[in-house]
């Protein structure tokens, strides 16, 4: 039986298609269906859907943003030496897993190494011993990690970036301007896979292996530059100590899901792939920790996570701690007050797929899970007015999420809701479609993005 081959997809036509908002990273990665995962595989992360990113480092010290050493030209020994002042001695790991599941995450979620090549773990592939282990803490920040979250029943997530600014050969990796380079360039390569092997063989199962920075001299991209990389057959290392581990597209291969990265809103259809929302709770400035970045609206905060979700994506919400390891107390209250709306509303969230009906946008969207539709209204006002086109199902009750009843009427066209009575729930005022039968769960199509 012959292999059904994915559609290949311009990035310009899925904007077309779904006339979306939403920003892939990284389309045009390397195929290889050996490494693709099978659907199923990913349904744990579907059902997930609200995962916390921490990105802590020494950049934490300077709280000017986790690109400060290449922004700000700071010299390599002036830098490094920031090693000896990174030592939270009263910081224990339980206060990001603890923010996590108040936050009401599945998932986490933690930048192991970023661009300035500091290794927050013991590890002996690193160049020049450049870690947390053999500096001032001389403590194994991943595998504090990686037991925490397992002892609190998250998924774990590692983010590795493989570039690294402290190697002349990544912004010269062909030599051209000095032949070392090209080895210097290799250096960089061979720390790569030294790294990656540690993090996947020495900390049990790891989940998700979030890449980051695999272009080249801050040019092209990520896809452009696996030539170098090589990803399948890193990845094919990766799966040889973890064969259920997702894959994000950053590394230079395609990937198991797609990322859109950054706070703009969300619009447009529901995605026929499987997507993450990678952003900050704080205003997107900066990864890392900064005293004084805005905390994001809650109302704002909500009505994004259900514009995401709506679309078949999930929420990947990210705090940057201090050099200390703590989260800003306005930022922990922030992501603990979408916990206790995600504890009240979770049933229209967990486990559920976006759609049948494709939302409208600041309007609404919906999800569904066995035989109910969560519409997620974000004006109620115009969504009163609205016949909401839906076909295939027979509805046999609606109700205010905690069970008031509302009238509608039904035609075979659509479906139109009385919400007179109902007062909006503040960002996102949901309502259960109870059907006559399941929603059939729809696979996400096999479609290729050529990145053109």
Known sequence: ?????????????????????????????????????????????????????VHWGLYSILGRG?????????PKEEYEGLAWEF?????????????????????????????????????????????????????????????????????VGLYYSPMDWRFPGYFDPKGEQNPANAE???????????????????????????????????????????????????????????????????????????????SHEITGKILPVPWEKNMCVCSGCSWGWMADDPVSDFDWLIRMLANVICRGGNLLLNVGPDKDGHIRPDVARRMREIGAWLSEYGEAVYGTRGGPIEPVDNVYGTVSKG?????????KDACAKTRIPFAGYRVEQVTEFHGQPCPF?????????????????????IFVLKLDRPVEKEQNQEVYFSGR
């Open 184 to 262: 210097n360039a290799l250096l960089m390569k061979k720390q790569c896979y030294g790294q990656v092997e540690e993090l996947c063989s020495k900390y049990g199962p790891i989940d998700i292996l979030w890449y980051d920075g695999g272009w080249l001299a801050h040019k092209g991209s990520d896809t452009s530059s696996a030539w170098f990389w090589e990803p399948v057959k890193l990845n094919k290392m990766v799966r040889k100590y973890n064969p259920h581990t997702l894959l994000n597209p950053r590394s230079g291969y395609e990937g198991d899901f797609y990322c859109d990265e950054g």
């Open 66 to 74: 986790e690109w400060a050493r290449f922004n700000e030209k700071i």
């Open 371 to 379: 035989d109910k539709i969560y519409l997620h209204v974000l004006d």
């Open 1 to 53: 039986m012959a292999t059904k081959l994915p559609r290949e997809m311009t990035g310009a036509e899925l904007k077309s298609m779904l006339k979306s908002s939403i920003n892939l990273k990284s389309l045009g990665g390397v195929k290889c269906p050996e490494l693709k995962l099978p659907p199923e595989e990913l349904d744990w992360w579907k059902d997930s859907k609200i995962g916390m990113f």
């Open 87 to 155: 030592n939270p001695k009263d910081f224990s790991m339980t206060e990001w897993t603890d923010l996590a599941k108040d936050f009401g995450a599945k998932y986490m979620v933690m930048v192991t190494r970023h661009h300035d090549g500091f290794a927050l773990w013991d590890s002996p592939a690193s160049y020049e011993g450049f870690t947390s282990y053999n500096t001032a803490s001389h403590r194994d920040f991943v595998k504090e990690y990686t037991d925490a979250a397992r002892a609190a029943g998250l998924r």
């Open 409 to 429: 009427t039904q035609d075979g066209e659509g479906i139109t809701i009385n919400m007179d009575g109902v007062p909006a729930a503040g960002p996102d005022t």
